[in-house]
Protein backbone atom coordinates (compact mmCIF):
# COMPACT_ATOMS: atom_id res chain seq x y z
CA UNK A 1 0.00 0.00 0.00
CA UNK A 2 2.41 2.73 0.63
CA UNK A 3 4.09 1.81 -2.64
CA UNK A 4 1.35 2.28 -4.42
CA UNK A 5 0.74 5.86 -2.50
CA UNK A 6 4.00 6.52 -3.40
CA UNK A 7 3.65 6.30 -6.90
CA UNK A 8 0.84 8.26 -6.91
CA UNK A 9 2.13 11.46 -4.86
CA UNK A 10 3.28 13.54 -7.10
CA UNK A 11 3.40 11.34 -10.02
CA UNK A 12 1.48 11.39 -13.48
CA UNK A 13 0.55 7.98 -13.41
CA UNK A 14 -0.04 7.03 -17.05
CA UNK A 15 -1.55 3.04 -18.17
CA UNK A 16 0.57 0.84 -20.45
CA UNK A 17 0.26 -0.14 -23.83
CA UNK A 18 -1.19 -0.57 -27.06
CA UNK A 19 -3.00 -4.52 -27.87
CA UNK A 20 -0.69 -6.01 -25.54
CA UNK A 21 0.31 -9.80 -25.80
CA UNK A 22 -2.26 -11.59 -24.12
CA UNK A 23 0.73 -13.82 -21.96
CA UNK A 24 1.74 -12.78 -18.73
CA UNK A 25 4.92 -11.21 -19.45
CA UNK A 26 5.58 -7.93 -19.34
CA UNK A 27 7.47 -6.46 -22.84
CA UNK A 28 8.24 -3.11 -24.04
CA UNK A 29 8.93 -2.32 -27.82
CA UNK A 30 11.38 0.48 -28.12
CA UNK A 31 12.02 2.39 -31.50
CA UNK A 32 14.63 5.30 -32.24
CA UNK A 33 14.28 8.70 -33.96
CA UNK A 34 10.74 9.33 -35.23
CA UNK A 35 9.86 12.69 -37.57
CA UNK A 36 6.90 13.47 -39.15
CA UNK A 37 8.15 16.61 -41.01
CA UNK A 38 9.52 17.44 -44.50
CA UNK A 39 9.49 14.21 -46.80
CA UNK A 40 7.30 11.77 -44.09
CA UNK A 41 4.37 14.88 -44.19
CA UNK A 42 4.73 14.50 -48.14
CA UNK A 43 4.40 11.03 -48.38
CA UNK A 44 1.80 10.06 -45.29
CA UNK A 45 -0.07 13.06 -44.39
CA UNK A 46 -3.46 11.99 -46.51
CA UNK A 47 -3.74 8.80 -44.55
CA UNK A 48 -1.96 10.10 -41.15
CA UNK A 49 -3.12 6.67 -39.11
CA UNK A 50 -1.97 4.55 -42.10
CA UNK A 51 1.80 5.79 -41.34
CA UNK A 52 2.81 2.97 -38.95
CA UNK A 53 0.24 0.18 -40.04
CA UNK A 54 3.35 -1.69 -41.68
CA UNK A 55 5.14 -2.10 -38.83
CA UNK A 56 1.86 -2.42 -35.94
CA UNK A 57 2.72 -5.80 -35.39
CA UNK A 58 6.31 -5.45 -34.28
CA UNK A 59 5.20 -2.56 -31.97
CA UNK A 60 2.40 -4.69 -30.12
CA UNK A 61 3.33 -4.35 -26.60
CA UNK A 62 2.51 -3.35 -23.13
CA UNK A 63 4.68 -0.20 -23.52
CA UNK A 64 6.07 1.16 -26.26
CA UNK A 65 8.12 4.45 -26.91
CA UNK A 66 10.48 6.01 -29.15
CA UNK A 67 11.94 9.92 -29.96
CA UNK A 68 9.32 12.10 -31.23
CA UNK A 69 12.22 14.38 -32.97
CA UNK A 70 8.98 16.71 -34.69
CA UNK A 71 7.32 18.98 -32.25
CA UNK A 72 3.90 18.87 -33.15
CA UNK A 73 3.09 22.32 -33.82
CA UNK A 74 1.38 25.47 -35.60
CA UNK A 75 3.58 27.41 -34.33
CA UNK A 76 6.20 29.62 -36.08
CA UNK A 77 9.73 28.56 -36.14
CA UNK A 78 12.95 30.34 -34.38
CA UNK A 79 15.11 28.22 -34.59
CA UNK A 80 17.90 27.98 -37.20
CA UNK A 81 18.98 25.19 -39.12
CA UNK A 82 16.84 22.24 -39.85
CA UNK A 83 13.05 22.93 -39.10
CA UNK A 84 11.19 19.63 -37.94
CA UNK A 85 8.04 21.00 -37.16
CA UNK A 86 4.86 19.37 -38.14
CA UNK A 87 1.08 19.28 -38.21
CA UNK A 88 -0.60 18.75 -34.73
CA UNK A 89 -2.64 16.35 -37.13
CA UNK A 90 0.17 14.35 -37.80
CA UNK A 91 -0.82 12.79 -33.62
CA UNK A 92 -3.08 10.71 -35.30
CA UNK A 93 0.13 9.09 -36.63
CA UNK A 94 1.48 7.95 -33.64
CA UNK A 95 -1.84 5.31 -32.61
CA UNK A 96 0.66 2.43 -32.51
CA UNK A 97 2.94 4.10 -29.83
CA UNK A 98 2.29 4.62 -26.04
CA UNK A 99 5.23 7.13 -25.01
CA UNK A 100 7.40 9.61 -26.71
CA UNK A 101 10.58 11.25 -25.85
CA UNK A 102 10.54 14.89 -26.53
CA UNK A 103 13.48 16.04 -25.08
CA UNK A 104 16.11 16.25 -27.98
CA UNK A 105 17.97 19.04 -30.24
CA UNK A 106 14.44 19.58 -32.27
CA UNK A 107 12.17 20.04 -29.19
CA UNK A 108 12.10 24.12 -29.36
CA UNK A 109 12.21 24.38 -33.26
CA UNK A 110 8.88 26.31 -32.48
CA UNK A 111 9.86 27.73 -29.15
CA UNK A 112 8.65 27.63 -25.65
CA UNK A 113 5.12 27.98 -27.01
CA UNK A 114 5.33 25.07 -29.63
CA UNK A 115 7.05 22.56 -27.15
CA UNK A 116 3.57 23.16 -24.96
CA UNK A 117 1.31 23.08 -27.66
CA UNK A 118 2.78 19.37 -29.08
CA UNK A 119 2.96 18.12 -25.59
CA UNK A 120 -0.48 18.76 -25.24
CA UNK A 121 -1.42 17.48 -28.59
CA UNK A 122 0.09 13.93 -27.62
CA UNK A 123 -1.81 14.27 -24.28
CA UNK A 124 -5.08 14.97 -26.22
CA UNK A 125 -3.85 11.79 -28.63
CA UNK A 126 -3.76 9.71 -25.13
CA UNK A 127 -0.04 9.54 -25.57
CA UNK A 128 2.63 10.28 -23.27
CA UNK A 129 5.05 12.66 -23.67
CA UNK A 130 8.30 11.54 -21.78
CA UNK A 131 10.42 14.58 -20.58
CA UNK A 132 12.96 15.02 -18.08
CA UNK A 133 10.54 14.72 -14.83
CA UNK A 134 10.02 10.78 -14.32
CA UNK A 135 6.93 9.69 -15.57
CA UNK A 136 5.24 6.40 -14.09
CA UNK A 137 3.30 3.44 -15.74
CA UNK A 138 1.72 0.58 -14.11
CA UNK A 139 2.24 -1.68 -16.63
CA UNK A 140 0.64 -5.42 -15.41
CA UNK A 141 1.14 -4.54 -11.74
CA UNK A 142 4.64 -3.44 -11.93
CA UNK A 143 5.44 0.14 -11.86
CA UNK A 144 7.63 1.37 -14.66
CA UNK A 145 9.18 4.91 -14.48
CA UNK A 146 10.20 7.22 -18.03
CA UNK A 147 12.42 10.11 -18.61
CA UNK A 148 14.22 11.51 -21.29
CA UNK A 149 17.59 12.98 -21.10
CA UNK A 150 19.01 15.73 -23.90
CA UNK A 151 22.97 15.72 -23.80
CA UNK A 152 23.42 19.16 -25.56
CA UNK A 153 26.98 19.75 -23.70
CA UNK A 154 25.15 22.02 -20.66
CA UNK A 155 22.86 19.51 -19.22
CA UNK A 156 24.29 17.07 -16.44
CA UNK A 157 23.57 13.53 -16.26
CA UNK A 158 19.95 12.96 -14.59
CA UNK A 159 21.48 10.70 -11.99
CA UNK A 160 19.21 12.19 -9.18
CA UNK A 161 15.82 11.75 -11.21
CA UNK A 162 17.09 8.63 -12.00
CA UNK A 163 18.04 7.47 -8.29
CA UNK A 164 14.62 8.67 -7.66
CA UNK A 165 12.63 7.01 -10.31
CA UNK A 166 13.95 3.65 -8.78
CA UNK A 167 13.36 4.00 -5.50
CA UNK A 168 9.83 4.01 -6.68
CA UNK A 169 9.76 1.77 -9.95
CA UNK A 170 10.78 -1.82 -10.73
CA UNK A 171 12.02 -0.64 -13.84
CA UNK A 172 13.40 2.32 -14.96
CA UNK A 173 13.63 3.21 -18.84
CA UNK A 174 16.10 6.34 -19.95
CA UNK A 175 15.88 7.50 -23.43
CA UNK A 176 19.15 9.62 -23.72
CA UNK A 177 19.44 11.71 -26.88
CA UNK A 178 23.44 11.65 -27.20
CA UNK A 179 25.94 10.49 -29.19
CA UNK A 180 27.45 12.00 -33.29
CA UNK A 181 25.08 11.77 -35.91
CA UNK A 182 25.74 9.01 -38.24
CA UNK A 183 28.35 7.91 -36.29
CA UNK A 184 29.50 4.59 -33.98
CA UNK A 185 29.06 4.09 -30.41
CA UNK A 186 31.23 6.94 -28.43
CA UNK A 187 33.42 6.34 -25.38
CA UNK A 188 31.47 9.64 -24.13
CA UNK A 189 28.17 7.36 -24.56
CA UNK A 190 29.91 4.09 -22.88
CA UNK A 191 30.73 6.56 -19.76
CA UNK A 192 27.41 8.16 -19.74
CA UNK A 193 25.57 4.36 -19.27
CA UNK A 194 27.99 2.90 -17.34
CA UNK A 195 26.47 6.21 -14.85
CA UNK A 196 23.01 6.30 -15.71
CA UNK A 197 22.82 1.92 -14.70
CA UNK A 198 24.50 2.76 -11.50
CA UNK A 199 22.07 5.24 -10.34
CA UNK A 200 19.24 2.59 -11.36
CA UNK A 201 18.27 2.65 -14.85
CA UNK A 202 17.16 -0.78 -15.81
CA UNK A 203 16.90 -0.18 -20.28
CA UNK A 204 18.60 2.86 -21.74
CA UNK A 205 16.87 3.12 -25.65
CA UNK A 206 19.41 6.23 -26.71
CA UNK A 207 18.58 8.07 -30.14
CA UNK A 208 20.00 11.02 -31.92
CA UNK A 209 22.83 9.77 -33.95
CA UNK A 210 20.57 8.59 -36.42
CA UNK A 211 21.58 5.19 -37.39
CA UNK A 212 21.62 1.93 -35.34
CA UNK A 213 24.62 1.21 -32.69
CA UNK A 214 25.57 -1.84 -30.73
CA UNK A 215 23.72 -2.75 -27.51
CA UNK A 216 25.35 -3.79 -24.04
CA UNK A 217 24.42 -5.44 -20.88
CA UNK A 218 25.74 -3.94 -18.00
CA UNK A 219 25.12 -4.90 -14.16
CA UNK A 220 23.30 -2.58 -12.25
CA UNK A 221 21.78 -2.48 -8.37
CA UNK A 222 19.49 -4.75 -9.34
CA UNK A 223 20.78 -6.50 -11.67
CA UNK A 224 21.03 -6.99 -15.59
CA UNK A 225 20.64 -3.39 -17.39
CA UNK A 226 20.09 -3.25 -21.03
CA UNK A 227 22.00 -0.25 -23.16
CA UNK A 228 20.92 0.15 -26.54
CA UNK A 229 22.65 3.15 -28.10
CA UNK A 230 20.97 4.24 -30.95
CA UNK A 231 17.84 2.51 -32.38
CA UNK A 232 18.95 4.75 -36.13
CA UNK A 233 15.37 5.92 -37.55
CA UNK A 234 12.32 4.54 -37.01
CA UNK A 235 10.76 7.10 -39.43
CA UNK A 236 12.56 10.09 -41.20
CA UNK A 237 13.61 11.55 -44.75
CA UNK A 238 16.82 11.00 -44.59
CA UNK A 239 17.95 9.17 -47.84
CA UNK A 240 21.64 7.84 -47.22
CA UNK A 241 21.36 4.12 -46.76
CA UNK A 242 22.54 3.45 -42.87
CA UNK A 243 19.89 6.30 -41.79
CA UNK A 244 17.09 4.24 -43.52
CA UNK A 245 17.92 1.67 -41.33
CA UNK A 246 16.44 0.99 -37.51
CA UNK A 247 14.68 -1.12 -35.30
CA UNK A 248 11.69 -1.77 -32.87
CA UNK A 249 13.60 -3.37 -29.81
CA UNK A 250 11.23 -5.75 -27.55
CA UNK A 251 12.88 -6.51 -24.20
CA UNK A 252 10.72 -8.71 -22.06
CA UNK A 253 10.53 -7.79 -18.17
CA UNK A 254 12.28 -8.21 -15.95
CA UNK A 255 14.71 -10.49 -18.01
CA UNK A 256 16.14 -7.61 -20.16
CA UNK A 257 19.18 -9.85 -21.60
CA UNK A 258 16.02 -11.65 -23.35
CA UNK A 259 15.90 -8.69 -25.95
CA UNK A 260 15.50 -9.09 -29.70
CA UNK A 261 14.88 -6.93 -32.75
CA UNK A 262 13.09 -6.29 -35.44
CA UNK A 263 14.96 -4.43 -38.07
CA UNK A 264 12.50 -1.71 -40.04
CA UNK A 265 13.55 0.17 -43.04
CA UNK A 266 12.16 3.58 -44.34
CA UNK A 267 12.29 5.01 -47.52
CA UNK A 268 10.54 7.88 -49.25
CA UNK A 269 8.99 8.88 -46.29
CA UNK A 270 7.66 5.07 -45.26
CA UNK A 271 8.06 2.44 -43.03
CA UNK A 272 8.32 -1.22 -43.69
CA UNK A 273 9.74 -4.25 -41.76
CA UNK A 274 13.24 -4.21 -43.14
CA UNK A 275 14.14 -7.75 -45.56
CA UNK A 276 17.09 -9.50 -47.16
CA UNK A 277 20.64 -7.59 -46.65
CA UNK A 278 19.03 -4.59 -44.77
CA UNK A 279 17.54 -6.81 -42.51
CA UNK A 280 21.03 -8.74 -41.48
CA UNK A 281 22.47 -5.33 -41.56
CA UNK A 282 20.78 -4.25 -39.18
CA UNK A 283 20.74 -7.42 -36.64
CA UNK A 284 24.90 -7.39 -36.83
CA UNK A 285 25.28 -3.69 -36.17
CA UNK A 286 22.51 -4.47 -32.52
CA UNK A 287 24.13 -7.03 -32.31
CA UNK A 288 20.53 -8.94 -31.18
CA UNK A 289 18.78 -11.46 -32.19
CA UNK A 290 15.64 -11.16 -34.79
CA UNK A 291 12.01 -11.31 -32.85
CA UNK A 292 10.00 -13.60 -33.81
CA UNK A 293 7.67 -11.34 -35.34
CA UNK A 294 10.71 -10.51 -37.90
CA UNK A 295 11.44 -14.18 -38.92
Same mark, same amino acid.
Given at each position: ????????? /??????????????????????? =??????? *??? +??????????????????? =??????????????????? /????? +????? +??????? @???? *??????????????????? @?????????????????????????????? =???????????????????????????????? /?? @???????????? *??? /??????????????????????????????????????????????????? *?????????????????????????????????????????????
Amino acid at each position: MKRACALLA /GLLLTSGGREAPASGVVTLALGG =DLSLARG *VAQ +ANAADWPATLRPIAPLLRA =DLTAANLESPLTDAPRVTR /GIDLR +ASPGA +AAALWAL @THLG *VVNNHSLDAGPAGQAQSRG @TLSRANLHPVTAAPIFSVVRGQPVALLAWL =DDGATSLPLAAVRAAARRADTVIVLPHWGEEY /GL @TTARQRTQARAL *VAA /GATVIAGSGPHVLQGHEVLTGPRGAALVLYSLGNLLFDQPFPSAQLGAVVR *VPLPDVTRACAAPTRTRAGRVSPASGVQRAQALIRLGLPACPEAR
